[in-house]
């Protein structure tokens, strides 16, 4: 499976990456919302992954624009932004999860594996 994500903080970028390569996933990484955008559009995403504030266009930019063209991609939402209002902004926006910062790399995980499960249609584990 591979993941996109965007996220301009790069320390936590890269652990994250580094966190999730090691539970099987490939991942890319974009640090501004310019790459983020470009790079969201390519079909090669089973997720993606995508910060709110980004330098040059935001994640709900991108997100927007994503829908708009018709890309059904999962996206979860990883921000420090974690008021209601900006949880129903993201997900009117079009995300299919919301997970605000600082969170457990555990349950961000298990929210990857949902989502991206869910994509494809299978049933959960028993």
């Known amino acids: 499976?591979?993941?996109l994500l965007v996220e301009d903080t790069v320390p936590l970028a890269q652990t994250l990456a580094l966190g999730l390569e090691e539970?099987?996933?490939a991942?890319?990484?974009a640090f501004d919302g310019e790459?983020?955008?470009v790079m969201a559009f390519e079909p090669i995403y089973d997720l993606i992954l995508?910060?709110?504030?980004?330098?040059?266009r935001t994640g709900l930019e991108i997100l927007a624009a994503l829908r708009e063209a018709g890309n059904h991609v999962p996206v979860l939402m990883l921000t420090a932004r974690g008021e209601l209002s900006d949880k129903v902004k993201g997900f009117n926006a079009g995300a299919d999860d919301y997970l605000p910062k600082p969170f457990d790399f555990e349950e961000l995980l298990v929210r990857v594996q949902a989502l991206i499960r869910r994509s494809k249609n299978q049933a959960s584990p028993l």
């Open 50 to 56: 995508l910060d709110i504030t980004l330098p040059h």
């Open 35 to 37: 790459l983020g955008s």
């Open 23 to 25: 539970n099987g996933y």
């Open 27 to 29: 991942v890319d990484l």
């Open 1 to 3: 499976m591979r993941l």
